[in-house]
Structure formats: C-alpha cells, structure tokens
T-cell receptor, first 112, second 116 residues
Framework: EDKVVQSPLSLVVHEGDTVTLNCSYE??????LLWYKQEKKAPTFLFML????IEKKSGRLSSILDKKELFSILNITATQTGDSAVYLC????????????FGAGTRLTVKP | DAGVTQSPTHLIKTRGQHVTLRCSPI?????VSWYQQVLGQGPQFIFQ???????GRGNFPDRFSARQFPNYSSELNVNALLLGDSALYLC???????????????FGPGTRLTVL
C-alpha cells in the first residue's frame, strides 16, 4: 500500500525562524513529488520535483528530492506570519501524474 | 483568468440523501480530478476525467460517481450519504490527461459537505 508520511505534524515558530518540513514516501510507480500550501481551502501549488539532488527555489522557499532514500524536504527561511498554513506533500504516479497520493500535512504556525 | 470554481461552497445533507457537486476547470484545462479531504488528513483521490472519459479511480465505493461535460466542467455525485462522507471535496484541473512531466494540478476552493 502506498504511504506518504509527513513530519512533524505540527510546528510553531516565531517570525524570522527557518523551518524544515519532511516528507517520506513508499509509493509504487513514482513519477513526481509535489508540495502544496493549504491556507483555508484550496491547496496552492509550490513545487514539483522529479529528479534527485536538484534544488528548486521560489523566494524564501526551497525543496529537494532524494529518490534513493525516498524523501523530500521543504525549507522556509525568514518565516513570516503569512507562511502559516498546512503544507501538503503528494506523490504523482507514472501512469497518471494526476493520480496523487497525499500525506496528512504539516501545520505550520508562525507567531509574530 | 478565473481559477477553478466549485459550487456550492457549503452543503448540509442527511444520511441516505444524494448530493451533486460541481466544478469548472481553468479555461483551456481538459482534465478534472476530484479529491475528498477529511478533517485533519490529506486529500484522497476519487476520480480523474479527461476528454469526458474516466482516466483514474481511487478506492471509493460505487456510491461515488462522476462525469465530465463537453465544456470540461464536471459533476461528482454521491448516493446514499453516510456520516463518514462529511468532508471537503476538492476539484483540481490540469492541461493534460495522463500528466506530462510539466503538468500541474490547480485546486478549487472546495465544497464543504456535512452529513447529519
């Protein structure tokens, strides 16, 4: 059975801190790993990773994938209160990248 | 451009009833997927439709069905509602059906279904 496990489940930090969110997976027919941010309802796309060792960056956010050890991390530097959200990790399948397996998410709270 | 839209935003039903949820994809997107997100968990894949055909199905009972229309909008139907069907139902659209490496799904705001 496919598994996507995120840790920690929740995290409370102060503005300016740096956080690392973890995602490990055991999924057959792996194609890609995706990160989404969910603030209220609609998850918003952050990154799609398909190759090991290549860091993707967007502003203060960055992510990397290790296909040998089957995990990914999402880093957020200089956190702001607007970063407070649930961060979801998902794995897309080779036969259909739209068939995604999600983890339970990490709830990040950034305090002023 | 408008993003993915869903209706209604909230819905309250009683056990045994039937419900229909609607989704309009981003203009130009031909693929629509449905997910169920129970409180405190990640979304679970229910269906994917592309060009009006089912392309993928998750591990959900036959009470769940869906269809896609010529304009690429989609409906999710759930019959004989159970208390456990209470969840946020998310719709996501993407350009392609099988998912090219650059294909990405964009989510709508969801429909919050409560079954009493």
């Amino acid at each position: 059975e496919d598994k996507v496990v995120q840790s920690p489940l929740s995290l409370v930090v102060h503005e300016g801190d740096t956080v690392t969110l973890n995602c490990s997976y055991e999924v057959t027919n792996f194609r890609s790993l995706l990160w989404y941010k969910q603030e209220k309802k609609a998850p918003t796309f952050l990154f799609m990773l398909t190759s090991s060792g290549i860091e993707k960056k967007s502003g203060r956010l960055s992510s990397i994938l290790d296909k040998k050890e089957l995990f990914s991390i999402l880093n957020i530097t200089a956190t702001q209160t607007g970063d407070s959200a649930v961060y979801l990790c998902a794995v897309g399948k080779t036969y259909n990248n739209n068939d995604m397996r999600f983890g339970a998410g990490t709830r990040l709270t950034v305090k002023p | 451009d408008a993003g993915v839209t869903q209706s209604p935003t909230h819905l309250i039903k009683t056990r045994g009833q039937h419900v229909t949820l609607r989704c309009s994809p981003i203009s130009g997107h031909k693929s629509v997927s449905w997910y169920q997100q129970v409180l405190g968990q990640g979304p679970q894949f229910i269906f994917q439709y592309y060009e009006k055909e089912e392309r993928g199905r998750g591990n959900f009972p036959d009470r769940f069905s869906a269809r896609q229309f010529p304009n690429y909008s989609s409906e999710l139907n759930v019959n004989a509602l159970l208390l456990g069907d209470s969840a946020l139902y998310l719709c996501a659209s993407s350009l392609a059906g099988t998912g090219a490496f650059t294909d990405t799904q964009y989510f709508g705001p969801g429909t919050r279904l409560t079954v009493l």
